[in-house]
């Protein structure tokens, strides 16, 4: 009965949360209902888990497919050489058994598993990491393979010692790499696969891995499904179990619309969904539906501000944006409890992660004072005018997450009040990526880099590497932040790299204001409640292994 | 002869528009302002890979030759229905168009039936009924058909008939029930342009001279309009077979995506938006293969109906 009238309070507003889907926010926060009983219950094997996603997936090659469904897919096909936790941040073994590098981290020694095979009945031995981290680092013209850059720099080449070791050697100090092989780019894959050109790899017949899953129907546009792969049994040591998976398929359905995405799982079409709009968190979870957010722990969310272009190269200017708004306002009207307002530049899941709320504050007064002192004075149209020259911003953004366009959109309302005029140019993901690389355009960059590695500091703004601050090379700004970048590459020492760390922060947050951090963005998943444990990885995406779901 | 020269000169046109289309197209997708190359890798990878990374890239795709060097290769095998792998999914652009026309071909010959029907009933009770109320309210629902948002009608529909009274599937396109509201949604805007000319139509045909003769001599009202009047008022309306055609693409786009459906259109905006070019050309080559077998078709079967033109064609023969 209850039931009933609630089904029709949401028909009468369907045309209403359409229109209140952009506005966001003005709904309550949403009650985090806990995920009771999941961990106490036992576990049933079987059934089929249709799950809804916005974006279709497209290349499954698990080397280059890097949206959030096609890593999503890729993570439950293959499996890595090490395993992070999703909890505490901690690396552990998993295709590799264990590992040691030597003091100057440029030589990694992996020790392998010998009972791992793949797909196809191949088996995975130490020739299996060199074939797939010569590609990874070195790419192949012929096959059209680029390398995995950011996460491969200075990869010289890798030695099979004996049919289960291998040691990789760099030409510099790679702290960040042991992290970089838990991540859904290095899942490892069968020879078959490597020996194909590139298009040839994303399709999904061809992809052959170790992972608990394998890949079956796969329609463009429409569905992915995941099946189970019998005899599976080396899963990380931290999950909640070990064998085959619990479900014997896995029904990816893309559903582009969010309120049909919302629809479908009340319906009972699909048992859970990802990309859960903010405006839909609160009624589901009043109507039973468990919400499960994991912050995406890496670069949250972040105003790059740069410093060849007018007037971003100006320290007094950078320092406005920092205190010119209300993060407050933000936590308010823009996020849901899903998310986090950021605190630093890099998640607060990210070893190595320094609070620096303190210095995140709106002290509109004191930008408005350290811009008059710089010169900044208002003019007619209450825009701030030096030399002639308006103090107009440029800003690129991706409109890939729901929340980045009301944040930007409240930053822009609050730098107008102190005489800041914020252009926005929002755009999808191709459009974004071909602005990029407009140089000289744009004032602020904003993006997020899933990776719980602090060394992604250093792969964004280096001047030897991503250097989105765009520092000139020679000066003594970029020599220091080199040297304070790198730092991050030479350790593994604990105590050396929280220390390395906290100076990269604060050299990025305060001492220059390269960067104005904004808030961090979070993967929402829905889940019907008979579905248990939908997880994520360490870089949330969903995982599968240990979920199951109530006999029908 | 005169009737082969005039398939002939309609043939050679329906090749120039294809020829155009592609050409046209090979033009816009290369002089955006956006490097190929760049849109093929992830945002986060772009400054990072090297200048010989992005040359090797160049280099595979083939678009480090001149552009004219491009597109006579990329003409060439597109003629022998070669138009290249997509750059998103890796598969085959062509069959990957062709995979999905069915679909669409479904939904749209589906929803054009239904908008017929609907279009015939609306105009025949506008111009029948001699309540006036009743004919201004049906006249204005074409206005009504065409100003609603097809993405609207959709998500209403989807929201009754499925997620309320859970009548239909709400996404997919396995069988016929996952069909029924898509097609109603279409057929809805594509109605509207058949009815209102159908409508004019048959308004200025009652007041025609053989209608008062006809109605003078005993003939009933209905009798008139469906005998007469609407035999005459249905030939232009496949003159704007074309014009439905165009709504139906575009209107495909949007009921795929609200419905969850693959299909041309949605494939064809997903290429766009991911300068995916092999499949935005050949879905492009396709449109406009088909919207000139369509007029083709049209423009063949005219002097049959219309003895005007076959007067003019005839008198052109030598004697």
Redesign the interface.
């Not at chain 1, 680029?146 to 950011?150: E, K, Y």
């Given at each position: 009965m209850h039931k009933r009238r609630s089904?029709?309070r949401?028909?009468a507003l369907?045309?209403a949360l359409?229109a209140a889907a952009v506005l966001a926010g003005c709904a309550a926060p949403a009650r985090q209902v806990a995920a009771t009983g999941d961990d106490t219950a036992t576990p049933v094997a079987g059934g089929t888990l249709r799950f809804?996603v916005l974006d279709?997936p497209?290349?499954l090659?698990p080397h280059?497919g890097?949206s959030y469904p096609e890593s999503l897919i890729t993570s439950n096909v293959t499996d890595k050489l090490i395993y992070q936790n999703p909890k505490t941040g901690a690396l552990e073994p998993w295709l590799a058994k264990s590992w040691e590098y030597n003091d100057t981290l440029t030589q990694f020694t992996f020790h392998l598993r010998d009972d791992v095979t793949f797909s196809d009945g191949t088996k995975f031995t130490a020739d299996s990491v060199k074939e797939n981290f010569d590609l990874l680092g070195r790419?192949d013209?012929a096959l059209?393979v680029?390398?995995?850059?950011?996460y491969w720099v200075g990869y010289r080449n890798t030695d099979v010692l004996d049919p289960l070791t291998v040691r990789v050697s760099f030409d510099r100090p790679s702290a960040g790499f042991p992290q970089a092989l838990s991540l859904y780019f290095s899942g490892i894959v069968g020879h078959s696969t490597l020996l194909l050109p590139?298009?040839?790899?994303?399709?999904a017949q061809n992809v052959v891995g170790t992972g608990p899953f394998t890949l079956g129907e796969h329609?463009?546009?429409?569905?992915t499904v995941l099946k189970k792969r019998p005899g599976y049994h080396w899963a990380p040591a931290s999950l909640k179990h070990n064998g085959e998976a619990y479900l014997d398929t896995v029904e990816i359905?893309?559903?582009?619309?969010a309120?049909?995405r919302t629809?479908?799982l009340?319906?009972g079409?699909?048992d859970a969904i990802l990309d859960v709009n903010n405006t839909d968190e609160a009624p589901l979870s009043a109507q039973g539906y468990r919400i499960v957010p994991q912050l995406i722990p890496g670069r949250d969310i972040s105003l790059d501000l740069k410093t060849d272009r007018f007037p971003t190269d100006d320290a007094a200017v950078r320092q406005a944006v920092r205190l010119g708004w209300s993060r407050d306002a933000l936590v308010k009207t823009v996020l849901t409890s899903s998310y986090k307002v950021s605190t630093s530049v890099v998640s607060q899941r990210v070893p190595g992660y320094v609070d620096f709320s303190a210095d995140l504050r709106e002290d509109q007064g004191r930008a408005e004072q350290l811009l008059e002192a710089d010169g900044w004075h208002k003019g007619s149209d209450g825009i701030r005018v030096k030399d002639g020259r308006r103090l107009q911003l440029d800003l690129l953004g991706?409109d890939n997450l729901v929340n980045n366009k009301p944040a930007y959109q409240l930053i822009q309302q609050d730098l107008r009040k102190i005489g800041i005029d914020l252009q926005l140019n929002v755009l999808?993901?191709?459009d974004?990526?071909?602005a990029?690389?407009q140089q000289g355009r744009w004032n602020i960059q904003v993006?997020n880099?899933s990776r719980a590695d602090i060394a992604v500091l250093e792969?964004m703004y280096s001047p030897q590497?991503?250097?989105?601050a765009k520092l000139t090379p020679g000066t003594p700004v970029a020599d220091e932040a080199i040297a304070k970048l790198s730092a991050l590459s030479r350790t593994l020492d604990p105590g050396l790299r929280a220390k390395a760390a906290e100076e990269a922060q604060r050299f990025l947050l305060d001492e220059q204001v390269l960067t104005v951090p904004v808030y961090n963005p979070a993967q929402v998943t829905a889940v019907s409640p008979k579905v248990h444990n939908v997880g994520y990885e360490a870089q949330s995406r969903n995982v599968f292994y240990d979920t199951w779901i109530d006999p029908r | 002869m005169p009737v082969l020269r005039y398939v002939a000169a309609k043939f050679a046109q329906a090749l120039f528009v294809v020829w155009g289309a592609y050409t046209v197209t090979f033009a816009l997708l290369y002089v955006l302002p956006y490097d190929a190359v760049d849109v093929l890798f992830d945002p986060s990878q772009g400054d990072l890979l090297t200048a010989g990374d992005k040359h090797d890239a160049r280099v595979y795709y083939g678009l480090d030759r001149s552009l004219f060097g491009q597109y006579a290769h990329r003409l060439g095998a597109a003629i022998h229905g070669d138009f290249g792998r997509s750059t998103r999914t890796g598969q085959d652009a062509w069959s990957m168009i062709v995979g999905t026309l069915p679909q669409t071909a479904l939904l749209a010959v589906t929803a054009l039936v239904l908008a017929v029907l609907l279009a015939a009933v609306v105009a025949l009770v506008a111009a029948y009924t001699q309540r006036r109320w009743l004919a201004e309210f049906f006249a204005t629902l074409p206005a009504a058909g065409v100003s609603v948002p097809v993405f609207l009608v959709g998500l209403a529909v989807l929201q009754v008939f499925s997620f309320r009274l859970g009548w239909f599937p709400p996404i997919g396109n396995d069988g016929p029930a996952t069909l029924v509201l898509p097609a109603v949604t279409l057929a809805i805007p594509v109605a509207a342009p058949i009815a209102r000319l159908l409508l004019e139509n048959l308004d200025s045909g009652l007041h025609a001279g053989y209608v008062t003769v006809s109605l003078a001599k005993g003939a009933t009202r209905l009798w008139v309009l469906v005998r007469e009047v609407l035999r005459n008022a249905a030939l232009p309306a496949l003159t704007i077979a074309g014009v439905t055609f165009g709504n139906l693409l575009a209107g495909a786009v949007i009921v795929e995506t609200v419905f969850s459906r693959s299909g041309l259109g949605r494939l064809t905006q997903t290429a766009v938006r991911t300068q995916d070019v092999a499949v935005v050309q050949g879905a492009v080559v396709l449109a406009a293969l088909v919207f000139v077998i369509v007029n083709l078709v049209v423009d063949l079967i005219y002097p049959l109906l219309d003895p005007r033109l076959r007067t003019r064609l005839n008198t052109r023969s030598p004697a």
């Open positions: 089904h029709h949401f028909g369907a045309a359409l809804g279709a497209a290349n090659d280059s890097s790419g013209k059209g680029v390398p995995v850059t950011a590139k298009e040839q790899r994303s399709l329609v463009y546009q429409q569905k359905d893309v559903i582009p619309e309120g049909v629809g479908a009340r319906a079409t699909v991706i999808p993901i191709p974004y990526t071909a990029s690389t993006a880099q792969q590497y991503g250097n989105i | -």
